[in-house]
């Protein structure tokens, strides 16, 4: 487990994210309009490093939509999104990824064809090429950087438990094992803040168990997480602070046990999709 730390430990940056505390990300009345609807209708969102931060609500209440904007796949019609005091509006993906923001999708999105390895060394923003002639040609330093890369990827495929499947292709590795993928493949870009999409979504309760151990693992490295999540028990039991949205509003925010027993949030999801 030490290996994400020893990926993290000569990055300025990363040793800041492990301070803990202060505001990391503050979004301030976001608006994301499609045509006449609002997907996300004037909202506020503050996220402190160090944290674990629930983002629920029913199907269609824009949740999926706030990581979009934050990680710049869309722009927002208006409002203002600071991450480490710094505006990210407007900035184009790989900016925002390199500033510091990854995430995973709702919908899993490995290359299927390519081993786990390789899918983290995209991630790592690596070429993979296996042409020992193209190694040969582009002599002995870039064949070191490729082994260190290697080995990097390796650590991460290790901290998130998929050490022993290196080799396989990401379609050939069980549903929950993609999902695992897809987080060590966001971590190669040593993050701050880290955006899970629903990554219980679909897993068997043992697939959940080994996930929520390994978000907590990532949250315990200094790395702030934004979680999608459906099940109201993992938000309980894994979140330390919970937002709300509904029709594309945030309609309230506080601790796990506040958010349960809030009333609006009760109505939302009666009068709405499921939990
Ligand atoms: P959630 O993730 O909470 O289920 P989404 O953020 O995916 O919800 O969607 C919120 C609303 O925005 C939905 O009504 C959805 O249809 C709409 N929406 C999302 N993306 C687009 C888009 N690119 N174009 C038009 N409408 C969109
Ligand atoms: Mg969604």
Redesign the pocket.
């Known amino acids: 487990s030490s290996s994400i730390n020893a990926v993290a430990q000569d990055d300025a940056i990363s040793v800041a994210a492990r301070s803990g505390g202060e505001e990391l990300l503050r979004v301030k009345g976001a608006l994301m309009q ?2 006449g ?1 609002r ?1 996300l209708n004037e909202v506020d969102l503050t996220v402190r490093r160090g944290t674990i931060h629930g983002l629920i ?10 990581l ?1 904007v934050l990680t710049g796949i ?1 722009v927002p019609t208006a409002g203002a999104i600071e991450f480490v005091g710094k505006s990210v509006v407007g900035l184009p993906p790989a900016d925002i990824a390199s500033a510091g923001i990854a995430r995973t999708f ?1 919908n899993v999105q490995l290359f299927g064809e390519m081993t786990a390895l390789e899918n983290v060394l995209v991630g790592l923003h690596h070429t993979f090429d296996s042409n020992l002639a193209e190694v040969a040609i582009k002599g002995p330093r870039w064949k070191r950087e490729e082994r260190a890369a290697r080995a990097r990827a390796l650590g991460l495929l290790n901290f998130v438990g998929l050490g022993d499947l290196a080799d396989e292709e990401a379609r050939n590795l069980p549903y929950g094992k993609q999902r695992l993928l897809e987080i060590a493949r966001a971590l190669a870009l040593d993050p701050m803040l880290l955006l899970l ?1 629903e990554p219980a979504a679909g897993l068997t309760a043992p697939d959940i168990k080994e996930l929520l151990a390994i978000i907590r693992k990532v949250r315990d490295h200094g790395i702030t997480l934004i979680l ?1 999540e459906h099940h109201m028990d993992v938000v309980m039991s894994t979140c330390d602070t919970v937002s709300v ?1 509904d029709f ?1 509003q945030k309609i309230a925010e506080g601790l796990p046990a506040e958010i349960q027993s809030n009333e609006k949030v009760i109505t939302a999801y009666l009068g709405g999709a499921t939990v």
């Open positions: 499609f045509g609807l997907a609500g029913p199907n269609g209440s824009g949740k999926s939509t706030m979009n869309y709702q999409d999608i949205l594309g």
